[in-house]
């Protein structure tokens, strides 16, 4: 194909997979299949990369992200982002109605609308590209997420319409879908799990309302992961000069034409009834929509009559946001549940007689710990208020207490523990109860070799489903190096029974020659899982994944990182003083030592395979060896290393007369400074290094 022929052949893919991403995100309704549409994407990126030349910001290539800002640059709004007066009352929205009355007469309509609970955010396109996102910041100036915000695939990054104006504001709410948010959440709390953190981490780690996920996500400096989070947005607002509408209604509309997506829900009605009985409609009806509304919003729609109004000093006078309150309802307390986690801490769990709220219904509540419930002060029997606001799982906010039953007896939290009766530790500062038999306590074992086989870490899946349990019960294994000493024998014929979830039947399992053989080749094949898996595996609080890789990438091997004193392990990436105090007092107990010890006998990969399985890149700094020192803005120390060695160079821990270049980031050392320019070692940047490799 001929350049001129490959320019309209990337042209018509871009405006048709625009096309498709309209009617996928905007309107819901996509009329080609995912396939399709990932094969025309296959097609565009391929013949971008080919084609440099044609390049795009506005390609709908550019959706997956890539930009990475390190500081969110603060821009001066063209237009004042103001917030709106907010009421909880009908009384005050009757005010602002007689208000306006008073004002204006009652030739007039209103405009209502949802109120999107998210981030307000700002676009400006010019000449139909959009130029700018800005966030409200303080109103006057906000911070320019325009990397991040070009992800969101449901906002348009060209307009083609003829009557799009030379240069417009729109303003809308980034929210975060309750699908994606409920998803995000659960990888999150499935890995945070995995790496040993206690629930009341977990809480406090995870996202906490999908309002708090959008300013968040927004916030991120990898636009990648922005744009995997799966934000949305909804527009409310036209700003601009001379622009040809009359009313708040019409110029929506016609940012319906252009491409925005704008909620069906808008309604022009002619009164405060009008307004009263869109209100009470979306009190019930908004529990059925995928995304958070904390209320609706009320707005004069004659843009004339809006400037007669005017504004006071923070607000619009010709608007006003109604919040509803947030659903309560009350249920009975039928009795608490105290979980045992895989490092013995405990967690209650309020029971509760079903209940609706807020569209779904309740059966459980989280009481967090000993403090939460001495604080409700629960008594057995109690009737207590349920609240859903805005959080993931409902808490109890408290008890009703004229239903309290004369007599009722004080609930007292558990002093032994619920699974193996050792009596309950609480350190001094924490608010965490802990069962301290970490040896003898079932779900604390069962929690360890669970983890130790699971996908992510040795990935032994022919023993899921019960079986960890089943061999447990069976005194087959205590520790996961147990499991490497299991035989046929052993196997053969074990039965256990699976009890059923509510209303389920119950299941009996027995091992038979087939099963027996997949469990001992999946624990064979185990052995050649690498070793940074390994050291995943073995359980090592707040060592999840990632820093497991970095511990192999820095140590290289598990001795080295069992000797390792605490001033060593703070060295590698990304490790901070609380993941290597856990490291250190994890190598301190004999039975883990003990336990790997086994398991290199057993044959599991205790190196770190690495320059094995380097992926080779170039061989343009052969013969070369650097010293990287400082914190770089593009990758980790780390991930500089790896790339001098995928580019065939070598890595030296100090500067001498064989070292060639040193790559200097912020805060590094002034002693290596020193040194460097001592024997006239070039010190280069981060940037000066990729230019090199780059060639
Ligand atoms: S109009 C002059 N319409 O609520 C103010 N705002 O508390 C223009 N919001 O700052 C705002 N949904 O972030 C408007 N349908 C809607 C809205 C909405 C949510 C947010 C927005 C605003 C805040 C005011």
């Known amino acids: 194909m001929d350049k001129k022929k490959i320019e309209e052949r990337i042209l018509l893919l871009r405006k048709e997979l625009d096309e498709h991403n309209h009617h996928y995100y905007v309107e819901s309704n996509p009329i080609i299949s995912d396939r399709e549409f990932d094969m025309m994407l296959e097609e565009l990126i391929k013949l971008e990369k080919e084609n440099p030349e044609f390049f795009s910001s506005e390609s709908a290539s550019q959706r997956v992200g890539g930009e990475v800002t390190k500081e969110f640059k603060s821009v001066k ?13 009908e009384q005050d929205l009757t005010d602002f109605d007689e208000r306006i009355r008073k004002s204006i007469g009652d030739d007039f309509s209103y405009v209502c609308e949802l109120k999107f609970d998210g981030v307000a955010i700002g676009l400006t396109y010019n000449k139909g590209r959009l130029i700018r996102a800005l966030t409200r910041g303080d109103g006057i100036q906000g911070d320019d997420v325009t990397a991040n915000v070009r992800t969101i695939r449901s906002i348009p990054l060209l307009l083609s319409n003829k009557d ?5 504001e729109i303003r809308g709410e980034i929210i975060m879908p309750r699908p994606a948010f409920d998803r995000i959440n659960s990888e999150m709390e499935a890995q945070l799990l995995e790496d040993g953190y206690d629930p009341e981490e977990i809480a406090e780690r995870l996202l906490k309302n999908p309002r708090n996920a959008a300013s968040g996500t927004l916030k991120m400096q990898d636009s990648k992961i922005v744009a995997k989070r799966g934000l949305d947005c909804f527009f409310y607002a036209l700003l601009g000069e001379n622009l040809p509408f009359e009313t708040h209604y019409d110029s929506i509309q016609k940012a319906k034409e252009w491409g925005f997506r704008i909620s069906e829900h808008v309604r022009t009605v002619d009164d405060r009834q009008g307004v009263f009985d869109y209100i009470n409609k979306w009190d019930k009806a908004r529990s059925g929509l995928s995304f958070d509304t904390d209320g609706v919003v009320i707005k004069v729609n004659s843009f004339a009559t809006q400037e007669d109004l005017g504004y006071t000093a923070k607000s619009p006078r010709w608007a006003i946001a109604y919040k509803y309150k947030s659903e309560s309802v009350s249920t009975e307390l ?14 209650p769990v309020a029971n509760l007689a079903p209940v609706q709220l807020a569209g779904t219904t309740v059966k459980r509540a989280t009481l967090h710990n000993a403090d939460q419930i001495e604080k409700l002060d629960l008594h057995e ?15 109890i906010t408290e008890v009703d207490l004229t239903k309290r039953k004369k007599g009722a007896t004080a609930i007292r939290y558990i002093d032994k523990c619920p699974e193996c009766g050792t009596a309950l530790e609480r350190n001094e500062g924490e608010v965490l109860h802990y069962c301290p038999n970490n040896l003898g306590c079932p779900p604390q074992i069962k929690g360890r070799i669970d983890h130790f086989i699971s996908r992510r870490a040795m990935n032994i899946d022919s023993l899921g489903e019960g079986k960890i ?5 069976h005194g087959l294994i205590k ?3 147990d499991l490497y000493k299991l035989q046929e024998s052993d196997l053969l014929g074990l039965e256990k029974i699976i009890e059923p979830e509510e209303g389920g039947k119950s299941k009996k399992i027995s091992l038979q020659k087939k099963s027996v053989a997949n469990i001992l080749s999946g624990i064979e094949a185990s052995k050649s899982v690498p070793f940074e898996r390994v050291l995943y595996a073995i359980g090592i609080r707040y060592v999840g994944e990632t820093v497991a890789k970095k511990l192999a990438i820095h140590f290289r091997n598990m001795d080295a990182i069992m000797h390792a004193p605490l001033e060593e392990l703070v060295l590698a990436d990304e490790i901070g003083d609380k993941i290597a105090q856990s490291i250190v007092d994890f190598f301190k107990q004999s039975r883990n030592i003990a336990l790997v010890d086994e398991l290199k006998k057993s044959g599991l990969q205790m190196e770190f395979a690495g320059e094995a399985q380097l992926e080779k890149l170039s061989n343009s700094l052969e013969g070369k060896a650097f010293v990287v020192s400082g914190v ?7 991930e ?3 790339l001098i060695e995928q580019h065939g160079g070598k890595n030296l821990s100090g500067i001498s007369s064989k070292t060639n270049f040193m790559i200097a980031g912020e805060d590094s050392g002034p002693s290596k400074l020193e040194k460097a320019r001592k024997l006239n070692v070039p010190v280069i940047s981060e940037n000066d290094f990729l230019q090199m490799i780059a060639k």
């Open 479 to 481: 520790t996961p190096a």
């Open 640 to 642: 500089l290393k790896l």
């Open 77 to 89: 709004h063209k237009y004042p982002m103001l917030s709106l007066s907010n009421t909880y009352s």
């Open 469 to 473: 349990e089943m061999l447990y019960d």
């Open 381 to 395: 029997g109690d009737f207590v208020f349920v609240e859903k606001g805005g959080e993931i799982i409902p808490k």
């Open 334 to 347: 039928l009795s608490l549940s105290y979980q045992v986690g895989r490092t013995g801490a405990i967690t």
């Open 632 to 638: 770089f803005s593009n990758f980790s120390r780390d």
């Open 164 to 168: 799009v104006p030379e240069e417009f």
